[in-house]
């Protein structure tokens, strides 16, 4: 969200000023909310099927068809203090707005009105941001805080936001679920919610995300659980995709999709954001926005294949090492509308929007920009040539997007497409006066695939870095296989079918055969060479896990650096007998123009062909020898 903020600390003995701006217990026994009643007539933006899915680099409706997020958001229920001062002075809250901890507008328009102003705008999605301490406020908020919507009187937070969802899926809008912050306080800065356990544990904050996709299961059109706001840098340390600890963004997202998904709804898409935010904005002292940069090596596998959305945040001010401070605190890193266009077009691809490649890698999925804007009032030329770049960039990507913020209050947010006085009269983008319309306009107009898109086939890694990685709900429900071992197996629907040498990764596909598994869930441990026919060596000298005849690789485990065991499955059709040897151990030996991407990087990676199937590992543990992976027996499909 649009702020800046700056909050000094100490580091060593040296005084450094950090601004991480880019962007503006029990669960409270309430009501569960009611499931939304059927309107007699649907609305422009009710013309799509949920729940969504994802194919390639597109998000799809039930039938399959394109359903581009054309997004805004509507903010308040994060909360809007500033941190300082009364929070019951209005001059204390964001822009002196007070939310309430509700969504904006709701003390000024009926929603009835809200909402046919959202569609009006054009917009078909709303992401809808929350505090964790909004679920657990038990007291209503006050009669003025809803003046112009006297239902919603004597209600706590959560409830009226119920009523939101309800209302706004109920008009044919989708709703993304965001947890913004862990306190009902103004992000984004050294706030005390620079990460999802800022202010709370990983499982209480893990426990109210299955707590918030329950209360909406029933609702098809709450679509998605955003997981948390612009992950950054807290006063003493740096979050980190995949280290393992406390601070790991990668492996909290994780485990709450993984809950979400299992425990609570399955419909869900999950959305999870790169890091904001690393290092001290100071010349010489390493800092940066990494965005989405680490899904390039170490990319999300979840128990359902095609819930997985990537997204990102811009910001003018903000830039690739510029974390959007003025003044004190400012490094002299270009901001991103110091770019040039073309300057500016290579850092969105390198930051993010390689992740919607549609030539089949790991991390490929659909990408959502949930956050960008700017000032009706904003008059630099930089600042307004930026956002007229960045729209159309994102109109010539046809990307999913979602403008900040949606609603504001007249003479206080001009960021806001529209703004609201006391007497409910609107103002902003539908406004012909304001300068935003035109770049608006383009992006809402502009050609867009619709229709069909065809299923393509699915790339996702397995990393055993830390412990499991199991992602198949079938393997899961026979219990543990290897005791001790961490242990991976391909999410269903897919085979296994490359390896690193040492790091303990994986690749699992789909590609030529779809899901080749038998029905039901029987699978096959395999620790030693007992499926190796007479006369069937394949890798002399090394130990093989081979598949019994008619199965193939969906998993495999490891003790330390030694490989354990291999997983194996029964096909549902006949499989090929003839194979080859792919040796690793010393260098990559993967296909030409290999789909997948480098699922295990930095490693030696063997990889069966497009119209194979893995059938064994081996593995030798001689002296001077690595123990893990060296070999994969590769047969052909058919």
């Known amino acids: 969200m649009p702020t800046a903020r700056l909050v000094q600390y100490l580091t060593g003995t040296a005084l450094a000023v950090l601004l991480l701006t880019t962007a503006p217990g029990a669960v409270a026994a309430v009501p569960e909310p009611s499931a939304p009643t059927a309107r007699t007539t649907a609305p422009a933006a009710a013309t799509w099927q949920p729940p969504l899915s994802t194919r390639g680099r597109y998000i799809v409706d039930a039938e399959g068809n394109r359903f581009r997020l054309k997004s805004a958001n509507w903010d ?4 809007s203090w500033t941190g300082s001062g009364s929070i019951a002075d209005s001059a204390n809250h964001h822009a002196g707005q007070n939310s309430y901890g509700i969504p904006l507008g709701l003390d000024r328009v009926p ?102 996709a329950r209360r909406y299961a029933a609702d098809p059109r709450v679509v998605g659980a955003d997981l948390y706001n612009e992950v950054r840098r807290d ?157 159309d960039y994102f109109a010539d990507q046809d990307a999913d997007f979602a403008y900040w913020p949606l609603v504001g209050w007249e003479g206080h947010d001009d960021w806001s497409l529209l703004r609201y006085d006391t007497d409910g009269h609107r103002y902003g983008l539908l406004d012909q006066t304001d300068w935003r319309s035109a770049a608006w306009n383009r992006l809402m107009t502009s050609p867009t695939r619709t229709g069909p898109v065809a299923a393509v086939p699915t790339w996702r890694m397995l990393a055993t870095d830390h412990g499991d990685y199991v992602e198949s709900l079938r393997v899961r429900a026979d219990g543990d296989w290897d005791p001790g071992a961490y242990k991976a197996a391909c ?41 190796v026919p007479q006369g069937g060596d394949w890798a002399s000298g090394y130990t093989k896990l081979q598949c019994p005849s ?30 080859r040897t792919v040796w690793f151990d010393r260098s990559d030996n993967r296909p030409a123009d290999a789909y997948g991407g480098d699922f295990a990087y930095g490693d030696h990676k063997g990889q069966c062909a497009d119209d194979e199937y893995a059938a064994g590992i081996a593995f030798t543990t001689r002296i001077g ?11 052909r499909l058919s």
């Open 111 to 212: 929603l009835s009105k809200l909402l046919a102003d959202f569609h009006d705008l054009g917009i078909n999605s709303i992401r809808l941001p929350f505090a964790n301490e909004m679920i657990h406020t038990t007291v209503p908020v006050p009669d003025v805080a809803v003046a112009a919507n006297p239902q919603l009187r004597g209600k706590t937070p959560l409830q009226i936001f119920d009523a939101v969802v309800a209302a706004l899926t109920q008009d044919g809008f989708a709703v993304i679920l965001n947890n913004h912050t862990n306190t009902s306080r103004w992000c984004c800065g050294i706030d005390g919610n620079e990460r999802w356990n800022s202010h709370q544990s990983t499982q209480q904050w893990a426990d109210d995300w299955v707590f918030m």
């Open 235 to 391: 006063v003493l340390d740096d979050p980190n995709w995949g280290l393992g600890d406390d601070h790991d963004w990668y492996a909290a997202a994780q485990l709450a999709a993984d809950r979400i998904l299992t425990e609570a709804n399955p419909n869900l898409l999950i959305v999870i954001e790169g890091i904001n935010w690393t290092g001290l904005p100071v010349d010489g002292l390493p800092h940066g926005r990494p965005t989405l940069t680490p899904a390039r090596t170490l990319s999300h596998t979840l128990v359902a294949t095609h819930k997985l959305v990537y997204s990102a945040h811009f910001y003018g001010y903000t830039g690739p090492r510029h974390s959007g401070a003025t003044g004190i605190g400012e490094t002299h890193d270009p901001r991103y509308q110091d770019l040039t266009r073309d300057e500016l077009y290579q850092a969105l691809n390198d930051e993010a929007f390689f992740v919607s490649e549609e030539g089949g890698r790991h991390f490929t999925a659909p990408l959502w920009i949930s956050e960008f804007g700017i000032g009706a009032n904003e008059s630099g030329a930089a600042a307004r040539a930026w956002f007229g770049s960045i729209t």
């Open 550 to 579: 008619g199965h193939f690789l969906i998993g495999y485990s490891r003790r330390g650096g030694r490989l354990s065991a291999a997983l194996c499955a029964p096909a549902r059709t006949s499989l090929g007998v003839t194979g």
């Open 76 to 79: 308040g229920a994060q909360g």
């Open 491 to 531: 999410p269903d629907g897919l085979r296994l079918m490359g390896l690193g040498h040492t790091a303990g990764r994986g690749l699992c596909t789909d590609i030529t055969a779809g899901d080749l598994r038998a029905a039901g869930n029987t699978q096959t441990v395999v620790t030693d060479e007992r499926y």
């Open 625 to 635: 020898s690595t123990a893990g992976p060296a070999a994969l027996l590769c047969r």
